[in-house]
């Protein structure tokens, strides 16, 4: 008998890595064994993101030099492109979420309890899928033109990139797990499916055609307004200095604190009898 | 005959107990049932609103692409009323029965497997026409400058008509695509890609009249155009004589289609079925 | 604390669900107005499991086994009392402690269904940190025993339900855990598999020193595994003692089969009034065979009278089968009053 074996924090760092590289692996095993459904899922999203270029390219058709609350055709195809790289990660590691609240009714998540590993981690990533690169291809490929669109790349541009594209993903993260948490509290609701369809809605469009309250509610409390619309900001330059510091250190504070609701509403998971 | 007069009587029998046991689960869950039931379908319309607002507010004429924004606020409350009575291929669990074997169940008992989601198909409509209702009704006592009225009763009758034929359209569309499952191990996201061009085409996103006519004369030959677009703008008084009869035209060979396509499908998939893990 | 790898301290769990009036018009009025129902599964459980023991968990259903498994796995909170595992809280168990817990929930799959058994026990093994060598020697030992070196490349959805279940042990051994909770891990199997997997259990407990805690409706699977055995009835422990115990305190009877030289059978007569004596009841199949039921102090004497009285071809002794003790107990409030452990 061994005993407790206590694991250094590198340890625990080389046992995540470990672990998504794991599920990554299975994520592609499984996906050689469904080829069919590797191609649908990268057309699906496809049609997702034409859906919306085309929607705003239709909406600025209708008049010359129009502007949707100041926000041209170029801001909005920035905006677009991060919207269309959350979506891809979201697709590619977190889509196990969608399945949350059957999981909780089920009693499926037994044995994300039972694994010495974070359950954010064992249960959110879990379900990788390869398409998402693909996916991500087309994300960063529209991303870029819509950025060659509004000018010459700037330095400060190419600067802000990597922060704007850390938030996006992070508030993707926070997004997924937050409404997870309230899974646990309204078992068998499908609030969280609910609120991540009127997220996602909310969200796809540039944040200025809210009232200023409910614009900060979206971006400071959801925060899903941190999905698309403040990165874009932050690459066009609408935010700068200090407030963008403020924004990326309350994001990480939102983050780890969404977390630990997370965390603290799965022990009110109750199994199933059987 | 009369053996196929007690087969119908059965299968009606059926439906009546499968659209009562699907009310009772949509009822066994308070929180899920308002927000599944209630708020399903209200938030997209909502934010296209305020979409709507900014781009009119700094347009130079009041009327964009032949819609005035209190039109546009009428469409897309109408809009959302419809949308809560089109079936979704969340209502359907059939992939995931051939997916994990538990078709097998259904499959050694007497009775025709549609007629389950047959049943979760009325069980939807009947609730979600009365909350569709209540809610237009509730909407129109609070803000009529705002709410849209029907431009006659017969519109309105003509439009609901429209609506369900639609719904049963989609119905089967998406049954034949999950039922794909004979042969693909997964196909949500053939449901889902269906979906997003479906949301586009019907009309869901900008009214089918404001894009480019070149738009609207190819969906007017697709079902989902007549489903949720074409009923609106029916019941606002926005379309020309013989509008409804075209739109019969085109949904009810649509629904033939389709319930020959789910037959045949159905057919050629039971002779694939394994059963997996059971 | 007694150095107990697992111990209950008067665990309760109460499960609070509304009441459902059948109906469409009953579901209506659910939706405003709801009766509350507690339902108490383990009703106030002590119970204390050392290194290396292997204990059989039985019950009828509803008796509060899978409650009382996933209070002591941590999968759920006691309502009161305590459940401690490796001496914390079982619901509040760390990293550390999970690396040394295995379960296996019989009818709910803990692998991957989609996938070949053998990634599901690569991603186990990143999960559980286990170094490679030590996890390529346990799997190769494991897949011999359980003999499913074949199917270890098959999407597990693709095999039957024994070579599921044989992959479900496995995945849940790889990593050497202390501890395993084995919860009815052989329902609905053959014979074989059945036996594959006791043997299986038997030789990593003895082994290994693993501490199994094994629930079951077959009694075979106790009888052939266990040591200790627990017996639950309404969420209460109704006997916690060696099987050998339970033999021997409530077990004292014998069926003792005779078969008799034909024409000899009028030897019989009266021999119901002579085995009062013994507190023996006679049966007979047809007038060359008779049963006779004894209490297992008396079989000696009653065996030896027999043999006297009557002209026997042939003569068999059965114990009591571990099913009709368990009913005995259920049956019998008192009786189980005065087995449970001090």
């Known amino acids: 008998m061994s005993g407790a074996r206590h694991i250094s924090l590198l340890g625990k760092c080389r046992q995540r890595l470990a672990i998504l590289r794991q599920f990554l692996r299975v994520g592609l095993v499984r996906k050689a064994q469904f080829r069919i459904d590797f191609l649908a899922q990268v057309v699906m999203d496809l049609c997702f993101y034409s859906v919306h270029i085309i929607t705003f390219e239709l909406l600025f058709g209708m008049g010359d030099g129009f502007t949707i609350a100041g926000w041209d055709r170029a801001a909005v195809r920035v905006f677009l492109g991060f919207l269309f790289v959350a979506d891809a990660f979201m697709m590619t590691w977190l889509s196990q979420g969608w399945f949350l609240p059957q999981d909780i009714k089920n009693g499926n998540l037994d044995p994300v309890r039972l694994r010495p590993a974070p359950s954010i981690l064992v ?71 609910f609120f991540i369809e009127m997220a996602q809605t909310a969200s796809g469009k540039p944040l200025d055609i809210y009232k200023r309250r409910v614009r900060q509610f979206l971006i400071l409390v959801l925060p899903v307004g941190v999905l698309a619309h403040v990165p874009a900001e932050i690459v066009l330059g609408r935010c700068h200095g200090l407030e963008l510091l403020g924004q990326v250190t309350w994001q990480i504070l939102l983050g780890l604190a969404v977390f630990a609701l997370f965390r603290r509403s799965f022990k009110r998971y109750e199994s199933a009898l059987s | 005959m009369s053996k196929a007069l007690a087969l119908l009587a059965h299968d009606l029998r059926l439906l009546r107990h499968t659209t009562e046991y699907e009310f009772r689960k949509v009822l066994a869950f308070r929180v899920g049932f308002v927000v599944r039931e209630l708020l399903n379908g209200v938030a997209h319309p909502a934010v296209m609103i305020c979409l709507y607002f900014a781009l009119y507010a700094q347009a130079s004429s009041e009327a964009i692409g032949g819609w005035s924004f209190p039109e546009i606020v009428g469409y897309m409350i109408l809009s959302a009323c419809v949308q809560k009575m089109l079936f979704h291929h969340r209502l359907l669990e059939v992939a995931d029965q051939i997916f994990t074997g538990h078709l097998t169940k259904f499959l050694v008992m007497p009775f025709r497997f549609f007629t389950l989601p047959l049943g979760r198909f009325v069980q939807n409509t009947l609730l979600q026409v009365a909350i569709a209702t209540l809610c237009y009704f509730a909407g129109l006592y609070l803000v009529p400058d705002w709410w849209p009225r029907p431009a006659s009763p017969s519109a309105a009758a003509q439009a609901f008509a429209l609506v369900l034929l639609g719904s049963a359209c989609f119905l089967l569309a998406y049954y034949c695509l999950a039922i794909l499952a004979f042969w693909l191990d997964v196909v949500w996201s053939l449901s889902v890609m269906f979906m997003f061009v479906a949301n586009f085409i019907s009309g869901r996103m900008i009214p089918v009249s404001q894009m480019p006519p070149i738009f609207e004369a190819i969906f007017r030959w697709t079902f989902p155009y007549w489903a949720l677009s074409a009923p609106i703008e029916l019941f606002m008084g926005r379309t020309p004589e013989g509008f409804f009869l075209e739109g019969l035209g085109i949904l009810l060979p649509t629904l033939l289609a389709l319930e020959l396509l789910r037959r045949v499908l159905w057919r050629l998939g039971r002779r694939r079925y394994v059963g997996a893990g059971m | 604390m007694s150095g107990a790898l697992l111990s209950c301290r008067s665990a309760r769990k109460v499960f ?112 559980y940190d286990v170094p490679r060598a030590e996890f390529d020697q346990r799997l190769a030992r494991y897949v011999e025993l359980l003999d499913v070196a074949d199917q270890l490349k098959i999407q597990l959805r693709h095999l039957s339900l024994g070579q599921r279940m044989k992959m479900e042990i496995i995945g849940a051994f790889l990593h050497g855990p202390e501890v395993v909770f084995l919860d009815e891990p052989t329902i609905g199997l053959d014979l074989i598999a059945r036996e594959t997997i006791r043997k299986f259990l038997v030789e990593l407990n003895r082994e290994e020193g693993a501490t199994l805690v094994l629930t079951s409706h077959d009694m075979e699977d106790i009888e052939h595994t266990c040591r200790r055995l627990v017996i639950l009835d309404q969420g209460a422990v109704v006997f916690d003692g060696e099987l050998v115990e339970l033999r021997q305190r409530i077990v004292g009877e014998r069926a003792i089969e005779l078969h008799l030289e034909p024409g000899t059978e009028d030897r019989a007569e009266g021999l119901a009034e002579s085995l009062q004596a013994f507190e023996g009841r006679l049966s007979r199949e047809n007038p060359l065979t008779l049963t006779v039921q004894v209490p297992a102090s008396r079989a000696h004497d009653c065996i030896a009278h027999l043999l006297s009285v009557l002209a026997v071809r042939d003569l068999s002794v059965e114990r009591q089968p571990l099913e009709d003790l368990i009913r005995q107990v259920y049956a019998t409030p008192s009786l189980a009053a005065g087995l449970a452990r001090p």
């Open chain 3, 16 to 127: 609070r669900t509304h009441e459902r009036e059948p109906g469409l018009r009953g579901f209506l009025r659910g939706l405003f107005k709801r009766k509350w129902l507690e339902v108490e599964a383990l009703a106030g459980i002590d119970l204390e499991f050392a290194a290396g023991e292997f204990v059989g968990l039985i019950g009828s259903n509803g008796a509060g086994k899978t409650t009382l498994v996933k209070s002591m796995v941590g999968i759920i909170p006691v309502s009161s009392g305590r459940a401690e595992l490796f001496g914390r809280d079982a619901f509040h168990l760390r990293d550390e402690e999970k690396r040394r817990l295995g379960v296996v929930m019989g009818q709910r799959s803990q692998l991957w269904w989609d996938l070949p058994a053998l990634d599901s026990f690569e991603l186990l093994r990143a999960i």
């Open chain 1, 123 to 193: 249960y959110f990533f879990q379900r990788f899928s390869p398409e998402g690169a693909v996916n991500f291809l087309c994300a960063f490929s529209y991303l870029g033109y819509g950025l060659t669109t509004c000018g010459p790349l700037s330095a400060d541009i190419i600067w802000t990139l990597p922060l704007a594209l850390f938030l996006c993903i992070w508030a993707e993260v926070v997004v997924a797990v937050g409404l997870g948490a309230l899974e646990f509290l309204f078992v068998n609701s499908d609030l969280s499916r």
